[in-house]
C-alpha cells in the first residue's frame, strides 16, 4: 500500500520561507514522478511542481517559478519543496502526489498522478 505523508507546513510571514516533505513508502520509486499541487480556499487545487524520481529533472507553474524549489532524496524515498519569498496568494493546503506512468507533459494534470497524501496546511500572513 502506497503512503504519501506531508509535513513542515505552518504559519509565516509574507517574505518568508518554508520547507515542505512528503515521506513515501509502499513501494519502490524509482520510475515514479513527484508533484506538489496546491488548493486555497474557494479555489481548484493547482499544480505547483514535479520531478522525475531518477532524473531529477522538474518542472513549475509559473507563480512559484524562482521562488520554490522541488528535490527529492532517493536513498530516503522522500520529496521536499522549498518555498522562499512567500505570498499571501501562496496560503493553500499542499498535497504530494506520486504517478506511475506520468510522462513530463502530462505532469502539470491532476489525473496523472495515482497516489495523494493528506495536505499540509500553508498559511502567509502579509
Known amino acids: 500500500q502506497v503512503q504519501l505523508v506531508e509535513s513542515g507546513g505552518g504559519l509565516v510571514q509574507a517574505g518568508g520561507s518554508l520547507r515542505l516533505s512528503c515521506a513515501a513508502s509502499g513501494r519502490t520509486f524509482s520510475t515514479y514522478k513527484m508533484g506538489w499541487f496546491r488548493q486555497a480556499p474557494g479555489k481548484e487545487r493547482e499544480f505547483v511542481a514535479a520531478?522525475?524520481?531518477?532524473?531529477?529533472?522538474?518542472i513549475y507553474a509559473d507563480s512559484v517559478k524562482g521562488r520554490f524549489a522541488i528535490s527529492r532524496d532517493v536513498a530516503k524515498n522522500e520529496v521536499y519543496l522549498q518555498m522562499n519569498s512567500l505570498k499571501p496568494e501562496d496560503t493553500a493546503v499542499y498535497y504530494c502526489?506520486?504517478?506511475?506512468?506520468?510522462?513530463?507533459?502530462?505532469?502539470?494534470?491532476?489525473?496523472?498522478?495515482?497516489?495523494w497524501g493528506q495536505g499540509t496546511q500553508v498559511t502567509v500572513s502579509s
Open positions: 520531478i522525475t524520481w531518477s532524473g531529477g529533472m522538474t
Open positions: 502526489a506520486a504517478s506511475r506512468s506520468g510522462t513530463v507533459p502530462t505532469l502539470r494534470a491532476e489525473k496523472t498522478y495515482d497516489y
